[in-house]
């Protein structure tokens, strides 16, 4: 069995009882950074063998993985931070393992797009997760065949690529296109603006800007169609 266990995105006490009882529970901890999966085993008082799987070593690490969970041994999938399998490697390990034939139980928890959306002020009921855009090649293009989207739009962003991506958005969306950009979730100096693009432009133009970021984008046409309901 392949246990994914979501970890805190930045609160510690953001996890949930089952996680842990899972943690204490399999033969050893699949994780993202072995570093900051340590500290939340010694946090949380467990100690488990640490297997690293990142994207430089996913492939390699793949099939040994797949064979020892085969061999019956019970192992946990954790990220650096939030559900596994969202935005980072954990998505090649669930894939094989279902082609493997090996059962995969997926533990509910954090993660932070969520809690950004519902925060954003912006309609959730139909929405579309994009994740990171492409640092470089196809990033314009993906943009463009966002042009249109009606659904409200969610973007994970590193603090330092947040005013090029804004401006990007600005050109394609428009200045006046409503979105929300949330910081730091659950942290100490956890931040939720909401503005326009270009209000939000002016704003972080301004401040240093530290922290991951969860960019909410309202979809085209949709503020017409709240007006006129």
């Known amino acids: 069995m392949l246990y994914l266990v979501p970890t805190p995105i930045g609160n510690l006490k953001d996890i949930t009882l089952r996680a842990i009882e ?7 901890v699949i994780a993202e950074d072995t ?13 488990k063998r640490l297997i690293s799987f990142h994207a430089h070593n996913e492939h390699k690490v793949l099939e040994s993985i797949c064979q020892r969970l085969q061999h019956g041994e019970q192992l946990a ?21 279902v082609q493997a034939g090996i ?22 009921e139909r929405f579309c997760f994009e ?16 042009k249109e989207e009606k659904r409200t739009m969610v973007f994970y962003e590193s603090p ?21 950009v949330s910081r730091e979730i659950t942290k100490l100096y956890e931040e939720n603006r909401r503005g326009s693009i270009e209000q939000l432009l002016q704003y972080y ?25």
């Open 22 to 28: 899972i943690l204490q529970q399999v033969d050893a």
């Open 35 to 47: 570093r900051k999966s340590g500290q939340l085993l010694k946090h949380l008082n467990i100690e």
């Open 77 to 97: 999938l954790v990220t650096d931070a939030g559900t596994p399998g969202i935005s980072d490697p954990g998505f090649l390990l669930v894939r094989a393992c």
């Open 103 to 124: 059962e995969v139980c997926s533990l509910p928890g954090a993660t932070a797009f969520v809690p950004a959306l519902v925060n954003s002020g912006l309609p959730c």
């Open 131 to 146: 994740g990171f855009l492409p640092v470089k090649k196809g990033r314009q293009t993906r943009l463009e065949s966002l």
């Open 160 to 180: 330092h690529r947040l005013i090029k991506t804004l401006t990007q958005f600005k050109e394609v969306f428009g200045s006046d296109r409503k979105a929300s």
């Open 205 to 229: 133009g301004t401040q240093t800007i530290k922290g991951e970021i969860v960019i909410v984008v309202e979809g085209m046409g949709t503020s017409k169609v709240v007006e006129e309901e």
